[in-house]
């Protein structure tokens, strides 16, 4: 087994300050953007694209569905053949494979074509997004630097999800959908340019010669996608349907297969030995509780301010602004944090502050909007520092050869932390309120039982994320504490 890292690199490699290096990190900086413009710009253009392809409700699920299962589910393995053969290979190729399926996109006729390109779209963004980060971990020497370039990555993506959806409906009024799609390609040649010009190739002996264990990845492979495949069951055909309950019961079968085989295996994918380490168990987890928190608060949040209030979509949106706001500005509380109090512990208060920011919405969230714009800045402000701070962490505490499935493993932490907090909060709300959510005309009786679903649903998720943030601290204690 490999010993960790030393904290700080050699004093060559903090000769490269972050601001010197802007061909790369805008390469970066692109890769990520693609991949929070994939997650965001297309469902303004969805009623769009339903009347253009004749699409029925469940195909234009399944056309962000796709993406987001294909993304989820091969993060990890592809990070793994990326640790392998390449890192910059591997993302050079995603990029020419995102660019030719948003060229692809102007060709589309059917509905099954779109669904088709998506899932392309999110293999693609698996080769990419991890490697954004595990390519920036490289690039820099100290864990300052890392820090900053990995703010300013994470900053650019944040912007790109926030003015997704509004960009998406200004270029729908002078362009046709299929254009919210092509976008990736200028955007890909960007990175493409900024990674093949700013960083250099690996070196052999940079890179892990084990063999891929074909079997746990697959194995891997099926547990998060049944995860994933959760909330969207639940939402689809509720509780009472067999289908979300297979979903789990596939889930933890996979799951516990997979940590069978990786035990048992002379090469495994995943060292489970390494994802003990107290700096990487500790950052999967935290990075887990921030992850479900900001999913499952917007989801709430969202049908609270129309349901409860009357507020529009449109009204709503503006309701969000808090979470918004804090996730992009929130990038400049990094910094300060952790000269003042060391990576781990800012990683501790941060993941702290979420489950303060989902127990004020259980308790006080019902009691008036300027508690719910208080929950999601606590628990935005929370993850933007998360982040950021637990995916290094990550990385840190693995051997230099596995910092792509590092990055591949934070990511899917996160993935799967939001399906499980989705999963709780769809639910419960549904089973505490009595009648058609959507239905008009409450009476007291209704605005009674949804009041009494919302907390119990922000109280059920800030217990779920206590237990991840709790064990987490615990795990991250006494060794690299200081830190």
Known sequence: ???????????????????????????????????????????????????????SGIALQWITLSYALVLGGFMIPLGALADRVGRRRTMVLGLGILAVAGLAAVLVTAVWQLIAIRAITGFAAAMTAPGSMALAFRRYGTDEQRVRAMNVIATVGLVGMAVGPIAGGFLLAVAPWQALLAIN??????????????????????????????????????????????PTLFAGTGAASVGPWAALACAAIAAALFVIRERRARHPMIDLHLIARPLVASGLLFKAAGSLAIGALGYLVTLHLQLAYGWTP???????????????????????????????????????????????????????????????????????????????????GLPEDRTTIGAALADTAGQVGASVGLALAGPLLNALFTGALTAGDWGARQHG??????TAAGLA?????????AVGIRLSRGRLSHL
């Open 185 to 230: 390609v200028p955007i890909a040649l960007v990175a493409a340019i900024g990674i093949l010009g700013g960083i250099p190739a690996d070196a052999p002996e940079d890179l892990r010669r084990a063999p891929i264990d074909v079997a746990g990845a697959l194995l891997g492979t099926i547990a998060v996608l049944a995860v994933l495949l959760v």
């Open 461 to 469: 998720l800030a217990a779920a994320a206590a237990v991840l943030v």
């Open 1 to 55: 087994m490999s010993s960790p890292r030393p904290i700080l690199s050699s004093p060559s490699s903090r000769r490269t300050p972050v601001r010197a290096s802007w061909l790369p990190l805008a390469g970066l900086s692109a890769v990520f953007l693609i991949e929070m413009l994939d997650t965001s710009i297309l469902t303004v253009a969805l009623p769009t694209i339903g009347r253009d392809l004749h699409a």
């Open 314 to 396: 449109g009204q709503a949106a503006l309701g969000m602004l808090p979470q918004v706001i804090v996730l992009i500005a929130g990038g400049t509380l990094i910094r300060p944090l952790i000269a003042r109090t060391g990576m781990t512990r800012a990683a501790r208060y941060s993941s702290a502050g979420i489950v303060v920011g989902l127990a004020l919405y259980g308790v006080l969230g019902t009691h008036g909007y300027v508690w719910i714009a208080l929950s999601l800045a606590l628990v935005a402000a929370g993850m933007r520092i998360v982040s950021v701070v637990a995916g290094t962490n990550v990385m840190r």
């Open 449 to 454: 039982a949804f009041d009494a679903a919302i």
